[in-house]
């Protein structure tokens, strides 16, 4: 069982930036994937970015060029890079790790980014 704990969100002004990180509980180096969606009011939750164990990273077409995701297996956490925030970035972003031995995918309690003048 791993624990998944985000931080780091807050309000920011349009333009901005906030680094998001998601410690987890126990090693991350047999975590097949980790990444981070977001899920705003009235919409589904929606992938922003992933990364694998071998840092192939992936990302949705609305943030390429924005968002970096990495990870840092020394301190159990993966990190999410926001750069250039808009209004419509903003949502409640959740930290997941998916595991294939065995299956199974965890989520952490999400935490708030608002981009707002």
């Known amino acids: 069982q791993v624990q998944l704990v985000e931080s780091g969100g807050g309000l920011v002004q349009p333009g901005g930036s906030l680094r998001l990180s998601c410690a987890a509980s126990?090693?991350?180096?047999?975590?097949?994937?980790m990444g981070w969606y977001r899920q705003a009011p009235g919409k589904q939750r929606e992938l922003v970015a992933t990364i694998t164990s071998g840092n192939t990273t992936n990302y949705a077409d609305s943030v390429k060029g924005r968002f970096t995701i990495a990870r840092d297996n020394a301190k159990n956490t993966v990190y999410l890079q926001m750069n250039s925030l808009k209004p419509e970035d903003t949502a409640v972003y959740y930290c997941?790790?998916?595991?294939?031995?065995?299956?199974?995918?965890?989520w952490g309690q999400g935490t708030q980014v608002t981009v707002s003048s």
């Open positions: 997941k790790a998916r595991t294939v031995f065995p299956y199974t995918n965890t």
């Open positions: 126990k090693s991350i180096v047999n975590v097949s994937d």
